[in-house]
């Protein structure tokens, strides 16, 4: 499903990305660790192109994009990726003056150019799925942060995208409002969705992840089941971090 390959990304001349290699399988979740700035956001939003790398190839649903230097990506393939990736940000990014129903909606209408009742009939579908359908005509300062990160969820799942990528979903969040979010968020690994998770959750990478990879200064140190990961790691340096958070 992911497939990247020798990945660089540099920002004003640090190398934040060097030489990543990672693939994901269709309905598999990989759950990426690490210390701050060691890469991992850079990473995430470099697989639906909010940072576009300068080196290596990347395919996702068997779109594939070479990048080299400041050649030029054409936007054709962009707007392709983009529509294979669903983003949650860890800021939930919802439109304050639309409900939740409304957030969910607006994407699938204007983007999609569905129908307004067929994307309503999804939106109220998916506000069901995360449990928070009684909350339909709320605005987002009205709900919970937890609640609204289980609309910005829904919302990116209403777009029906082929990989579901979460940016530290629940850093934000206080903690009694983590699990709900975690919760769904296990809901859909358990369903087959294919995901590409940051987080320092712990708990949820030993649970749900079928891939633990662990970050650190910009490359991939290691990664494989959380069982390898957790209590058989092999570098001095997971070692290190597992150690300092346990």
């Known amino acids: 499903m992911i497939q990247i ?37 850079t990473l995430l939003r470099c697989l639906n192109l909010l940072e576009m790398p300068e080196q290596g190839t990347l395919s996702i649903a068997k779109i594939g994009i070479a990048f080299s230097g400041n050649h030029r990506i054409d936007q054709t393939v962009v707007k392709a990726i983009r529509k294979q990736t669903g983003m949650v940000f860890q ?13 969910i909606m607006e994407g699938q209408v204007i ?8 994307a309503r009939e999804r939106a109220v579908a998916l506000l069901s799925k995360v ?7 709320m ?16 919302r990116a799942m209403a777009m029906d995208p082929g990989v579901l990528l979460f ?25 087959g969705m294919t995901m590409v998770v940051v987080t320092h959750e712990m708990g949820f990478a030993r649970d749900v992840a079928d891939q633990v990879v662990f970050m650190d ?13 957790f209590e058989h790691a092999q570098n001095e340096r997971t070692l290190q971090f597992l150690k300092k958070i346990r």
């Open 5 to 41: 390959a020798g990945l660089h990304k540099s920002f004003d001349g640090l190398h934040v990305l060097n030489g990543i290699d990672l693939f994901v399988e269709k309905g598999k979740t990989a759950v990426i660790i690490g210390p701050s700035g060691s890469g991992k956001t």
């Open 91 to 103: 800021s939930y990014n919802l439109f304050p003056h639309l409900t939740a129903l409304e957030n």
């Open 111 to 118: 983007v999609l150019k569905r129908p307004k009742a067929e």
């Open 131 to 137: 449990g928070l359908r009684e909350r339909a005509d």
């Open 139 to 154: 605005y987002p300062h009205q709900l919970s942060g937890g609640q609204q990160q289980r609309v910005g969820i829904a």
């Open 167 to 191: 940016d530290e979903p629940t850093s934000a969040l206080d903690p009694e409002l983590v699990g709900d979010v975690l919760l769904v968020m296990k809901g859909l690994a358990h369903e």
């Open 217 to 229: 200064q910009g490359v991939i140190v290691e990664k494989g089941t959380p069982e390898d990961i």
